[in-house]
């Protein structure tokens, strides 16, 4: 028993040294995770901003001879033979798949050119997303075969495990060099005469062919080059990718800097016209910021490889190439869904017109040989209306994808803009509390005054935030009205209010988190704004007044976007409600500009306020010995025969005047306002006929 008892405490002991032991490695193991992340987070803040090589000199020139003729040695490239021949010999199955795949590509890419030629050439239009379909697939399967090749050379380079480093490095390089290929010749197909941007998509010819004649020279050039520094950046002699390699690397993105600068000029054929149009929005004024750095970012990635900073550049040159592949993708995307959205509007503003053709031959066959011709009350399709909103939801669906790939391409280098973090611009004092423990033992919290440094990153950080407002302000409430509120049961008044506020709340909201990110908040500047406000509310006071009357229309709508009113003696449609002042458009097309503040506090006539329904007098004046009764019937069948008058209430005939040659009788009908010149038209040129059949004589 006393043995048992023995070994039992030992074993207890030793359980317990074991726990102990566990328990620091588990510290331990924690504690190295800790310093990893650390080392991590240092590696990926510092890596981008530290020089890989020296700076390109004379020297580097003699290194290059040797590196051209590693690649060009005949032994190396005898011995990629062979790798080639075993993988051929190992692997017949997958060889014979990979070569069938490229041979359908090939016999698809012959047949659809005939398919899409006989649409151009036959009796059947090329506005159809058959014919863009086709169209697209011609353009993409030519690159698309010769990538594969490519990618197959590269694949029996590398899959003997015995190859050799060259066959490894060169699998490597043609890799590049193929995605390289593969867009340049996309682009070059699209933009060529009697592709899918000249038939389809109706690109100007202009623009196409400046494109076209770029993707020429600029292929000749990037490929190679890509060939060159992708396959001696493989390779493990460093001397070989400092040297040619980075004289490879400086040519192919000087070559993409002279190409952006062609292609993306403001003067340019591509981009004048769009910004000629254009000369209000962000796009035309920012043209002196864009623009350049368009041109500096391909160059700067030269500058610094040959500054030393290859690595840098290499990795975010190849994240360059990423970004211009999505934005090539988003084009052809966005541009093909455009087109089908203009051609779906079309056709149904087609068959809606023809519709109304058909109605009107109806009403004109009913007629017979009065030859009175009805108008209709069908609605109408608003196609510009609809083209401008289908132009918005497109832009903004490719914004919304354009913002997402950029993400996942350029988060991994997120981290390198950390070392902004060290440069301070100013300090700030932020007022905190701490809990502090009293002698008695009660705990209170005890103000304390902290120094918070702004650095670079959070002003950059503000200003990114600040454009995101103002793009989202501009294009969010319209996208949201057009995907969500449309569906919804709101007038269109309704729309335009929620729109509006939408607008101004995301406003709102992105100044104060911008102005939050600087140390800029709401309690230190809140006895500014206060003094600011009464010496606003003095000076400007118009200014607030109407300010806060735009808010109280678009909350109390006693106006809304599309009543007809009536101010000043001036009648006309509310096309637009902004916080200073409310447009009306007058039936000659003019735009009235009116204070809100009028709205609110002065006298004005809504016509259509509570009821979209209007009354309409028509003045009749006959000759002084007609029939009253007969004339009254007469005007009450022509109201009663037009189907755009409303039943309820009813038409009415009153005999307004007893004239010494003449009987003034007025039609009152009560319409909807859209239909007022339609009906009106209508109705007189009826009166027109049935009283002249009736023998009764109109008079001045």
Do not use: C
């Amino acid at each position: 028993m006393k043995t048992e008892r023995k070994y039992f405490g030992e074993l207890v002991r030793d359980y317990d040294s074991f726990l102990a032991k566990l328990i620091e490695l588990d510290g331990a193991e924690h504690e190295m995770i800790d310093r990893i992340r650390q080392y991590t987070d240092y590696v990926n803040t510092n890596i981008l901003w530290i020089k890989s090589s020296a700076v390109l000199q004379t020297a580097d020139i003699q290194k290059s001879w040797a590196a051209l003729r590693w690649l060009t040695d005949p032994k190396s490239w005898i011995d990629s033979a062979h790798s080639i021949s075993e993988t051929v010999r190992a692997k017949p199955v997958v060889l014979a798949i990979f070569v069938f795949l490229l041979a359908a590509l090939l016999v698809l890419r012959v047949q659809w050119s005939r398919w899409v030629a006989s649409f151009v050439t036959g009796s059947q239009a090329p506005d159809s997303l058959l014919y863009a379909s086709a169209a697209l697939a011609v353009a993409v399967l030519p690159a698309a075969f010769w990538f594969g090749l490519v990618w197959l050379i590269a694949w029996l380079l590398v899959s003997p495990y015995e190859s050799t480093g060259f066959a490894k490095a060169l699998a490597h390089g043609l890799r590049s060099a193929g995605i390289i290929y593969f867009l340049i010749e996309i682009t070059r197909q699209l933009t060529r005469d009697g592709g899918l941007g000249d038939h389809y998509l109706r690109w100007r010819a202009a623009s196409r062919q400046l494109v076209h004649r770029n993707t020429l020279w600029l292929g000749s050039v990037l490929v190679p080059s890509f060939l060159i520094f992708s396959t001696l950046d493989w390779q493990t002699d460093e001397t070989y990718k400092d040297s040619l390699g980075r004289a490879a690397f400086i040519l192919a993105y000087l070559s993409l800097a002279v190409f952006t600068q062609r292609i993306l000029r403001p003067g340019g054929e591509l981009l004048r016209n769009v910004l000629q149009r254009k000369q209000g929005g962000w796009l035309y004024q920012l043209r002196g910021l864009w623009y350049p750095l368009a041109v500096a970012t391909p160059a700067g990635l030269a500058v610094a490889a040959g500054s030393g900073y290859y690595y840098t550049a290499l990795y975010l040159g190849w994240r360059l190439v990423a970004t211009f592949a999505l934005f090539l993708g988003l084009l052809i995307l966005a541009s093909l869904l455009l087109r089908w959205l203009q051609l779906r509007v079309r056709r149904r503003a087609i068959e809606e017109a023809r519709a109304r053709k058909a109605a009107a031959a109806r009403l004109e066959e009913k007629s017979g040989a009065e030859g009175i011709i009805i108008a209709t009350n069908e609605p109408m399709l608003d196609v510009s209306s609809l083209t401008s909103q289908t132009y918005h939801f497109v832009r903004m669906a490719t914004l919304f994808g354009a913002a997402i790939g950029i993400w996942f391409i350029w988060a991994e280098a997120l981290p390198a803009l950390g070392v902004f973090e060290r440069f301070t611009l100013w300090t700030i004092t932020a007022e905190t509390s701490e809990a502090v423990t009293q002698p008695d033992g009660q705990v209170v919290n005890q103000p304390l005054a902290q120094t918070v440094p702004i650095t670079l990153a959070e002003v950059g950080l503000a200003v990114l935030m600040l454009v995101v407002t103002i793009v989202a302000a501009r294009n969010l409430p319209g996208l949201l009205e057009i995907t969500v509120l449309e569906r919804l049961p709101l007038s269109p008044s309704g729309r335009y209010a929620t729109a509006a506020i939408l607008m101004y709340l995301i406003t709102a909201v992105g100044i104060v988190l911008a102005f939050n990110t600087i140390g800029i908040g709401w309690s230190k500047v809140q006895w500014l704004v206060a003094a600011i406000t009464v010496g606003l509310g003095f000076g400007l006071q118009e200014i607030f007044a109407n300010f806060f009357s735009g808010l109280i229309i678009l909350f109390e709508r006693p106006i809304r976007v599309g009543d007809v009113v009536t101010v000043d003696g001036i009648s006309g449609i509310v096309s637009r409600i902004r916080i200073r002042a409310t447009t009306i458009t007058s039936w000659d097309r003019k735009e009235l500009v009116v204070p809100n503040k009028r709205f609110i506090t002065g006298n004005f006539l809504n016509w259509t306020l509570s009821d979209n329904k209007i009354r309409m007098d028509i003045p009749i004046a006959i000759s002084r010995d007609s029939d009253i009764r007969l004339a009254r019937e007469v005007l009450l069948k022509v109201a009663g025969d037009n189907p755009t008058i409303l039943p309820d209430p009813p038409p009415n005939v009153f005999l307004t005047k007893l004239g010494a040659t003449s009987l003034e009788f007025e039609l009152r009908v009560f319409i909807r306002r859209a239909d007022y010149g339609q009906v009106l038209d209508a109705v007189n040129a009826a009166i027109e006929h049935q009283l002249k059949a009736a023998g009764i004589a109109i008079v001045a």
